[in-house]
């Protein structure tokens, strides 16, 4: 089984505490590593949770709000001072290009390899692996929702392959492929030898309005990430701040047909009784939980 592996770098919103960083969220899958968005502070959240800067691969940016992004300016010089090798790919939405050009004018001498696209709705990257995908969300400045899917793998099946006799030879990758082969003059099908391992899926939907796309792109994953800055009481100031409730979030998992729920992105007026979010989204999808900085988990 291939896990994704996922840490909470930063959990809060706009004003951070003395227990939420700014949002940033770290994947690893096989060891790529990737990070969704990079508040200010997410390297020093990278130093507790004892993993290094140098392993990311990619930043995938959901929009260009301070408490998103503030963190890479600092985060793309200590890359430079510490001699990072690797092609950096950063992702977003209109007006990463332009954003991105200016923050590497402000730190001139940053001197390391830098690939950006700007993306919108769709597939962003594709491999035998695994699917990245966007969609545009609604919070009055371009933004996205991003997923990631591990595909379905064919997996051989060791004691049957055993009981066969079939050598470590090219038929093995022929039935990998799902190919029937031909061994001591018989033909042996693939389906015999082998079965399917069911992928996984992992979507990450911040600032936005409650929206249909927030809804598709959350559809069958194994763990939804939601916003939460709001509570029901104040769902006429979400919608005019064009953010979520914790009902609404968790309507989201509910219609998206998700298998866990992580409310993230959380306010500090709830700092001191979280349990206020965490109540009002099990009135509408029980398997919810708040994130917690540094929190890990295996999906």
């Known amino acids: 089984m291939k896990y994704i592996d996922l840490t909470f770098l930063g959990t809060g919103n706009a004003v951070p505490t003395e227990l939420r960083n700014h949002s940033a969220i770290l994947l690893n899958f096989e060891g790529e590593h990737f990070l969704f968005d990079c508040g200010e502070g997410t390297q020093r959240q990278f130093r507790k949770a004892k993993t290094s800067i140098h392993k990311i691969s990619s930043i995938f940016i959901t929009h260009w709000h301070g408490d998103h992004i503030l963190g890479i300016p600092a985060l793309l010089q200590t890359l430079a001072m510490t001699d990072y090798k690797k092609t950096l790919e950063i992702y977003g939405p209109r007006g990463t290009k332009r954003n991105m050009d200016e923050i590497l004018n402000l730190i001139k001498g940053t001197e390391i390899s830098l690939k950006v696209h700007e993306i919108s709705s769709g597939k962003i990257i594709e491999n035998k692996k695994y699917l990245i995908e966007a969609i545009e969300l609604e919070h009055g400045t371009p933004a996205l929702a991003y997923s990631f899917k591990?595909?379905?793998?064919?997996?051989?099946?060791?004691?049957?392959?055993?009981?066969?006799?079939?050598?470590?030879?090219?038929?093995?990758?022929?039935?990998?492929?799902?190919?029937?082969?031909i061994f001591n003059g018989k033909k042996i099908k693939a389906s015999q030898l082998t079965y399917k391992e069911p992928g996984k899926k992992v979507s990450i939907v911040l600032d936005t309005k409650f929206c249909t796309n927030a809804i598709k792109i959350s559809e069958n994953s194994d763990l939804a990430i939601v916003e939460s800055s709001f509570s029901e009481q104040e769902k006429d100031k979400a919608g005019e701040r064009m953010h979520l409730t914790a009902t609404q979030a968790a309507t989201i998992a509910k219609k998206a047909k998700a298998k866990k729920l992580a409310l993230t992105h959380i306010s500090e007026r709830y700092e001191h009784n979280i349990s206020i979010i965490e109540k009002e989204a099990k009135k509408v999808f029980k398997n919810v939980f708040v994130a917690k900085d540094l929190q890990t988990l295996k999906v």
Do not use: C, H, T, W
Not at 152 to 177: C, E, T, V, Y
């Open 150 to 181: 591990v595909k379905d793998q064919i997996r051989l099946n060791k004691a049957k392959l055993k009981k066969f006799k079939i050598p470590n030879s090219p038929l093995i990758g022929k039935l990998q492929q799902g190919e029937d082969i």
